[in-house]
Nanobody
Framework: QVQVVESGGGLVQPGGSLRLSCAAS????????MDWFRQAPGKQRELVAR???????YYVDSVKGRFTISRANAERMVYLQMNSLKAEDTAIYYC?????????WGQGTQVTVSS
């Protein structure tokens, strides 16, 4: 069983920055595909960014150029650096680990962008 824990959410003004962190357990962390999803009130959960086991990355169009996903395998950590935040980025952000055909989700961290 892989444990996934997010941290780093909070309240930030428009144009500000936040860095989300995701810690995942397991000795095979370097093989995991790691995703950040988000879910805003009344909306479906959407994939925001992905980094695979060979460091390929994917971003949804709405965050390209503003968000950066990265991973540190030795620390079993994944990060989402979020810059130039907008009100529409407000959501609960979830980290997901995929490995050996199984998916492991964290509990989510709230990000609120408001003045």
């Amino acid at each position: 069983q892989v444990q996934v824990v997010e941290s780093g959410g909070g309240l930030v003004q428009p144009g500000g920055s936040l860095r989300l962190s995701c810690a995942a357990s397991g000795s095979d962390f370097n093989l995991y595909i790691m995703d950040w999803f988000r879910q805003a009130p009344g909306k479906q959960r959407e994939l925001v960014a992905r980094i695979d086991n060979v460091f390929n990355t994917y971003y949804v169009d709405s965050v390209k150029g503003r968000f950066t996903i990265s991973r540190a395998n030795a620390e079993r950590m994944v990060y989402l650096q979020m810059n130039s935040l907008k009100a529409e980025d407000t959501a609960i952000y979830y980290c997901k680990a995929t490995w050996s055909f199984n998916e492991y989700w964290g509990q989510g961290t709230q990000v609120t962008v408001s003045s």
